[in-house]
Nanobody, 115 residues
Framework: QVQLVESGGGLVQAGGSLRLSCAVS????????IQWYRQPPGKQRELVAE???????NYVDSVKGRFTISRDNAKNTVYLQMSSLKPEDTAVYYC?????????WGQGTQVTVSS
């Protein structure tokens, strides 16, 4: 099993930036990818970005050019740098570890973007 703890959420004005962190512990060797999801109020959870064990990255179209996912292997931490934030980015952001056995999830962190 893998444990994940998100931090860095908050309230920001449109056009601003935030950096989310996801501290990872446990069976790290079993992780295929770390993913960031978000769930806006009243909507389904969606995949925003992922970084694979090989370092490859993928983004949903709505955040390309604005969000950057990265990792610090020494700190076992994955980051989501979010820039040019829009009110529609408001959501609870979750990080998840994708393993062969399934997903492990963090508790989520709220991001609110005011217009």
């Amino acid at each position: 099993q893998v444990q994940l703890v998100e931090s860095g959420g908050g309230l920001v004005q449109a056009g601003g930036s935030l950096r989310l962190s996801c501290a990872v512990s446990g069976r790290i060797f079993s992780i295929n990818a770390i993913q960031w999801y978000r769930q806006p109020p009243g909507k389904q959870r969606e995949l925003v970005a992922e970084i694979t064990s090989g370092g490859g990255t993928n983004y949903v179209d709505s955040v390309k050019g604005r969000f950057t996912i990265s990792r610090d292997n020494a700190k076992n931490t994955v980051y989501l740098q979010m820039s040019s934030l829009k009110p529609e980015d408001t959501a609870v952001y979750y990080c998840a570890a994708l393993r062969v056995a399934g997903w492990d999830w963090g508790q989520g962190t709220q991001v609110t973007v005011s217009s």
